[in-house]
């Protein structure tokens, strides 16, 4: 009795986990798998033929001088968005715990980027970073700086530059009420102690605000990182990865197997190895905030 009554609550049970369980099963396990079997496939996408070719997309692809551009622009953005806009982000978050006049503006000046679509923000620099009649050549022509006009979008040594620039400016709003939310949570008695006992702005910063912020630094680096790995928007309205792929992503080299060249066996491919990455961030961020949490316990 008391085992079919058991058996009854397990059912029941299982009955309410079942919509979310098909809904990660047909929209989020089954597109992976799917993907992963595509790409031991050569396959257009279109014809109902594929040809079974193994580890060879993996190969070509490990090989291919197009995606190791991809991957080095990919540590590049990673490296400097983490840096960069995380510093950006702290300094503005503490310049505004201050208390300033106007500083809840400023905040909001500061945020509103981050409102914005990636795709509006890229068509916005466009214009900015035109060669011919764009605002920024067109300001160093007035200010009789000719010889600092630059092609920005079409060479291959500013482009990357420039999108790096705008992801930065965009984001680091985001960064800054990040550190500002968690600013307000340390304990002002801190604050106090430390001033009785002589230590001045600049110590405090170093020894109890920016240890204290260790949780929002690691939450930080992980969704920075993440960015730089999808990282589609801004490269494809600014760029679409050019000039000769010097500023191509793993998204957008994806769309150009996909839909450009129609290799979907090779996209898929690329899509493992975005995949594979992910994964490890995502272990070591498990075992970054293991650690914290054992560490609070003990």
């Keep these: 009795m008391a085992s079919a009554r058991r058996r009854k609550d397990c059912f029941t049970s299982f009955l309410f986990v079942l919509p979310l369980l098909t809904l990660f099963l047909v929209f989020f396990a089954y597109p992976i798998i799917y993907n992963i079997v595509i790409s031991f496939y050569d396959w257009n996408g279109i014809s109902v033929e594929k040809v079974f070719v193994g580890f060879a997309n993996y190969k070509k692809l490990w090989a291919d001088s197009v995606m190791q551009k991809t991957f080095r622009n990919f540590v590049i953005i990673a490296i400097s968005t983490t840096v960069i806009q995380s510093a950006l982000g702290l300094m503005l978050a503490s310049f505004?715990?201050?208390?300033?006049?106007?500083?809840?503006?400023?905040?909001?000046?500061?945020?509103?980027?981050?409102?914005?679509?990636?795709?509006?923000?890229g068509t916005v620099f466009s214009k900015i970073f035109e060669t011919n009649r764009g605002y920024l050549n067109v300001i160093l022509r007035a200010l009789h700086l000719d010889f600092l006009c630059q092609q920005w979008l079409a060479t291959p040594k500013t482009a990357l530059a420039?999108?790096?620039?705008?992801?930065?400016?965009?984001?680091?709003?985001?960064?800054?009420?990040?550190?500002?939310?968690?600013?307000?949570?340390?304990?002002?008695?801190?604050?106090?102690?430390?001033?009785?006992?002589?230590?001045?702005?600049?110590?405090?910063?170093?020894?109890?605000?920016?240890?204290?912020?260790?949780?929002?630094?690691?939450?930080?680096?992980?969704?920075?990182?993440?960015?730089?790995?999808?990282?589609?928007?801004?490269?494809?309205?600014?760029?679409?990865?050019?000039?000769?792929?010097?500023?191509?992503?793993?998204?957008?080299?994806i769309y150009t197997k996909s839909f450009s060249t129609f290799q979907q066996g090779q996209a898929s491919t690329i899509v493992v190895y975005m995949f594979l990455i992910a994964m490890v961030l995502t272990v070591i961020q498990l075992k970054i905030y293991y650690k914290k949490d054992k560490k609070e316990m003990s």
């Design 96 to 121: 505004f715990i201050r208390k300033i006049k106007l500083s809840g503006l400023y905040k909001i000046l500061f945020y509103l980027p981050a409102i914005c679509t990636s795709t509006i923000v």
């Design 162 to 253: 420039c999108l790096l620039f705008v992801n930065i400016w965009q984001w680091t709003g985001y960064s800054m009420l990040m550190y500002y939310t968690n600013m307000l949570n340390i304990p002002q008695d801190l604050y106090e102690s430390a001033t009785i006992d002589g230590a001045g702005s600049f110590k405090q910063f170093i020894y109890i605000t920016f240890p204290l912020l260790r949780g929002t630094h690691i939450t930080l680096i992980i969704l920075d990182i993440l960015g730089a790995l999808k990282f589609f928007d801004l490269s494809y309205v600014l760029t679409d990865g050019g000039p000769a792929h010097a500023t191509e992503t793993f998204s957008t080299y």
